[in-house]
């Protein structure tokens, strides 16, 4: 019930900012000194680690009956379905990229999904302080003022963003960069960007900055809060052959109209991929 969906969003929120000091010091200190690459990416993983594990105590001790998937978890061999029960979907940091090259677009997603549903979603950037959040049925905020969707139909107006993730497969490359030309010259877009956080593009298109995100080879923890930011801001998500949009499947299309989704979904190759969280 709704009472219990407000609860579950304050013990988070109030976790989610725990988190995100934790990313805050360790974006600060310098990245220099000795790091080489390899160190660099320990030091990360010890950041994400730390954070997922304090979001996990906090809420595991709160909820002792809800389930999480965690993307540290995943990593570290966990096996995760996705079961009815109410589920934590958390990605400690979305944009390890960023965060490992300190550029300022990092985000702590935690996402509430009850029968599957995604419910509750909370996706923070602790650096740049901007706090994107959705209860269903209640409208997406950003610092607690509501945010809308753009309300562009056509690409020659859109500004969109593909990125081309941590999957570099012959396919998924040249899929990517044929999709690419057929946006921005063929169909003439009005631009393109590529933020390297998938939970930093949805909430940019939730709150109007860009018209359309669309990527493939994502995994739950990098969406599953901020779909429901998307959903509550108004936006339509499919998945992206033109298909109902499904949490688990690994790719995600996202616009501020049905229109511009289809538009995209006609304009990109498609690649598949194994549904996750399954038993
Ligand atoms: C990654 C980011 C990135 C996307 C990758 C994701 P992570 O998540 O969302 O933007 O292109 O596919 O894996 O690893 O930084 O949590």
């Known amino acids: 019930s709704s009472p219990d969906l407000d609860k579950f969003f304050q013990v988070a929120l109030e976790l989610t900012r725990k988190g995100g000091q934790l990313v805050r010091t360790a974006f600060d200190q310098p990245a220099s000194i000795v790091l080489t690459k390899s160190s660099d990416t320990d030091l990360v993983t010890e950041t994400d680690q730390a954070v997922e594990k304090l979001l996990i105590a906090g809420l595991g001790k709160a909820f002792p009956d809800h389930k999480f998937i965690g993307e540290e978890s995943a990593a570290a061999g966990q096996k995760y379905t996705l079961t009815d029960a109410p589920t934590w979907i958390i990605d400690p940091i979305d944009g390890t990229t960023n965060f490992v090259h300190r550029i300022p677009l990092v985000a702590i997603c935690v996402g509430l999904t009850i029968n599957k549903e995604p ?24 610092n607690g003022f509501p945010i809308h969707v ?5 690409l020659p107006k859109a500004v969109f963003v593909s990125q081309l993730g941590s999957i570099r497969t012959p396919d998924i490359v040249k899929g990517f960069i044929d999709s690419f030309k057929s946006a921005m010259v063929d169909k003439n877009a009005h631009g393109h960007r590529a933020f390297g956080s998938a939970a930093i593009n949805m909430v940019y298109v939730a709150q109007g900055s860009i018209d359309a ?6 995994h739950s923890w990098d969406i599953a809060a901020a779909v429901v ?16 949009f499904d949490l688990m499947s690994r790719k995600v299309l996202v616009a501020g109209t049905e229109k511009l989704a289809r538009e995209i979904s006609g304009v990109f190759t498609h690649t598949d991929f194994e549904r996750e969280g399954e038993e």
């Open 119 to 142: 419910v509750v979603g909370i996706v923070y950037n602790p650096i740049t302080n901007e706090c994107f959040s959705a209860i269903k049925g209640r409208g997406a905020f950003k």
């Open 150 to 154: 753009s309300s562009t139909e056509d």
């Open 213 to 218: 995100y669309i990527e493939y080879g994502l």
């Open 229 to 244: 930011i998307c959903r509550e801001a108004g936006a339509t998500l499919l998945d992206p052959t033109g298909a109902a």
